[in-house]
């Protein structure tokens, strides 16, 4: 693991399925995830991504490269944009993990771009990792 490499990259497609699936196991049954007329009445452009589970997917693409969860030692975010989710098309979300820096003491800083279509969803995504 060296500064500057990218440590993992993935797309991942949300469709509503996956939105109700998130609401099932987390327990947010907020119907801005699965309901347009109600996200609409809100101002909202349509069905978002339940923003955690946004985190965990990224989240997750670390944990698979690093091969264990546990090297995972803090992961914050700032969220900065919604994920749409349309009914039919589904959303795209893209997650690119680069290694930003190598501590001395044996720990490294990961930095996420996370992004939908052209914009970033996730700011200051950055997770401290076991290198």
Not at 27 to 55: C, E, K, S
């Amino acid at each position: 693991m060296n500064a500057g490499d990218v440590l993992a990259q993935r797309t991942v497609h949300l469709t509503r399925e996956s939105l109700v699936r998130y609401a099932g196991a987390s327990g947010d049954f907020n119907p801005i995830h699965y309901r347009d007329d109600v996200a609409q009445r809100v101002g909202l452009p349509g069905v978002l991504a339940h923003g955690m589970l946004t985190m965990g997917i990224a989240g997750s693409v670390v944990a698979d490269a690093l091969g264990d969860a546990g090297r995972i030692l803090e992961y914050g975010v700032k969220f900065t944009k919604p994920v749409v989710v349309d009914a039919e098309e589904g959303a795209h979300v893209t997650i690119v993990a680069t290694v930003a820096r190598i501590e001395e003491d044996g720990t490294a800083r990961v930095d996420l771009t996370v992004s939908h279509g052209d914009t970033k969803v996730l700011g200051k995504a950055q997770l401290r990792v076991r290198a």
